[in-house]
């Protein structure tokens, strides 16, 4: 199993998780009253063919009939799956970025080439992408990426698209993290209707719901849908993750408070980092901030800071990250300037630790 952030369970004492990047302000209400209200959805077995979900889906991105969406148990499931189903020869993943794309790849048999192409401020490097694109590569790409943060324009992706196409290649863009940007419709790349490009999504983080694991897949070719949908177990979607995708995506209320929560505490945090000068970060546009210092390896800020009752994401994984790097996610104000006050005082013991000749580290 690879490492991956949200692993509270190996602590006796409750932490505050900002290793995993979720939305803080929970299951969105109407969801938890529609939930407790009827739970006897429990006592059928979901439409297998999942019409009312896959109806909201739609309807939430403005789909049209060329647009085919295939469900997922998580994002990951659709990942998987898809990896499987391609025809393609190998898969060629612009890192650092999510570590799941890599092991799908090497569990489905194809071959990998894994490339550091995010440079130091985060902008994914396009030539040199493609200067080592082959024929019938899958190409896979985190936009925003994860841990970076950054954001690969439309126009961008699109032309490295067009690329992709010409050498029977295809894109798979992981969408995750987008609607937490600045310009979110705008950002996304899923009206984009290319034959070669397969967008994913879910309702993990923005929706606040990892347990509940449903995610979907965005598809132009019909077949192509059809052979990703078929590798996938019966029922595979339970009834609380069916309910859920109803219930959310058409709940306008809770989609503007996480964009007023965003648009806020996104440009408090980075002004608040900013004063600190033991760390630097990446400018980000997503939920998450990539963060590095300059004095202290991640694992012992990990260390201090779990004392602390706090979790951090280690650079573990993330191939092309230095072990000074770690992700903090974008929580409520209270844990946010509780994590920045302690990330001062790791400041300031390190100063003190200077004059006093002695080593934090
Ligand atoms: C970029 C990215 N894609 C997909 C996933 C998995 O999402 P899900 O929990 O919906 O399977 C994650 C989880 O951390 C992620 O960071």
Same mark, same amino acid.
């Given at each position: 199993?690879?490492?991956?952030?949200?692993?509270?369970?190996?602590?006796? =004492?409750?932490?505050?998780?900002?290793?995993?990047?979720?939305?803080?302000?929970?299951?969105?209400?109407?969801?938890?009253?529609?939930?407790?209200?009827?739970?006897?959805?429990?006592?059928?077995?979901?439409?297998?063919?999942?019409?009312?979900?896959?109806?909201?889906?739609?309807?939430?991105?403005?789909?049209?009939?060329?647009?085919?969406?295939?469900?997922?148990?998580?994002?990951?499931?659709?990942?998987?799956?898809?990896?499987?189903?391609?025809?393609?020869?190998?898969?060629?993943?612009?890192?650092?970025?999510?570590?799941?794309?890599?092991?799908?790849?090497?569990?489905?048999?194809?071959?990998?080439?894994?490339?550091?192409?995010?440079?130091?401020?985060?902008?994914?490097?396009?030539?040199?992408?493609?200067?080592?694109?082959?024929?019938?590569?899958?190409?896979?790409?985190?936009?925003?990426?994860?841990?970076? *943060?950054?954001?690969?324009?439309?126009?961008?992706?699109?032309?490295?698209?067009?690329?992709?196409?010409?050498?029977?290649?295809?894109?798979?863009?992981?969408?995750?993290?987008?609607?937490?940007?600045?310009?979110?419709?705008?950002?996304?790349?899923?009206?984009?209707?290319?034959?070669?490009?397969?967008?994913?999504?879910?309702?993990?983080?923005?929706? *606040?719901?990892? *347990?509940?694991?449903?995610?979907?897949?965005?598809?132009?070719?019909?077949?192509?849908?059809? =052979?990703?949908?078929?590798?996938?177990?019966?029922?595979?979607?339970?009834?609380?993750?069916?309910?859920?995708?109803?219930?959310?995506?058409?709940?306008?209320?809770?989609?503007?408070?996480?964009?007023?929560?965003?648009?806020?505490?996104?440009?408090?945090?980075?002004?608040?980092?900013?004063?600190?000068?033991?760390?630097?970060?990446?400018?980000?546009?997503?939920?998450?901030?990539?963060?590095?210092?300059?004095?202290?390896?991640?694992?012992?800020?990990? =260390?201090?800071?779990?004392?602390?009752?706090?979790?951090?994401?280690?650079?573990?994984?993330?191939?092309?990250?230095?072990?000074?790097?770690?992700?903090?996610?974008?929580?409520?104000?209270?844990?946010?300037?509780?994590?920045?006050?302690?990330? =001062?005082?790791?400041? *300031?013991?390190?100063?003190?630790?200077?004059?006093?000749?002695?080593?934090?580290?």
């Amino acid at each position: 199993m690879n490492y991956h952030g949200g692993d509270i369970y190996q602590y006796k =004492e409750e932490k505050t998780d900002f290793s995993a990047n979720i939305n803080p302000l929970g299951i969105p209400e109407h969801f938890r009253k529609v939930l407790f209200e009827d739970l006897s959805c429990l006592t059928r077995y979901p439409d297998r063919q999942y019409r009312k979900l896959k109806a909201s889906i739609r309807s939430y991105l403005q789909l049209d009939q060329e647009d085919h969406v295939v469900l997922g148990n998580g994002a990951i499931e659709v990942i998987y799956k898809t990896i499987q189903a391609l025809p393609v020869k190998r898969v060629l993943i612009a890192c650092p970025t999510f570590s799941e794309y890599e092991r799908a790849a090497r569990m489905a048999g194809i071959p990998v080439r894994e490339e550091v192409l995010y440079d130091r401020k985060g902008k994914l490097d396009g030539p040199g992408l493609m200067n080592l694109l082959e024929e019938k590569d899958l190409v896979i790409l985190c936009n925003p990426n994860n841990p970076t *943060g950054t954001l690969t324009l439309k126009e961008e992706l699109l032309a490295l698209s067009e690329i992709i196409k010409e050498r029977q290649g295809y894109l798979l863009i992981d969408e995750t993290f987008i609607e937490f940007t600045k310009d979110y419709p705008e950002t996304s790349i899923i009206d984009a209707r290319e034959e070669n490009l397969i967008v994913i999504r879910a309702l993990t983080k923005y929706f *606040g719901m990892p *347990g509940v694991r449903l995610g979907y897949g965005v598809f132009h070719q019909k077949e192509l849908a059809r =052979e990703v949908e078929e590798r996938m177990e019966p029922w595979h979607i339970n009834s609380i993750a069916d309910l859920a995708g109803q219930c959310v995506l058409h709940d306008r209320t809770y989609q503007e408070a996480t964009r007023k929560w965003i648009l806020e505490e996104r440009a408090f945090f980075m002004k608040e980092l900013e004063k600190l000068t033991t760390f630097t970060f990446l400018p980000t546009q997503s939920n998450f901030i990539l963060v590095n210092s300059k004095r202290h390896k991640a694992e012992k800020i990990q =260390e201090v800071l779990l004392e602390a009752g706090l979790l951090i994401r280690l650079p573990i994984g993330f191939k092309g990250l230095s072990d000074y790097a770690f992700r903090i996610a974008i929580k409520d104000r209270a844990s946010n300037r509780k994590l920045l006050a302690e990330l =001062e005082k790791i400041e *300031g013991s390190f100063s003190r630790n200077q004059e006093n000749r002695t080593n934090l580290t």
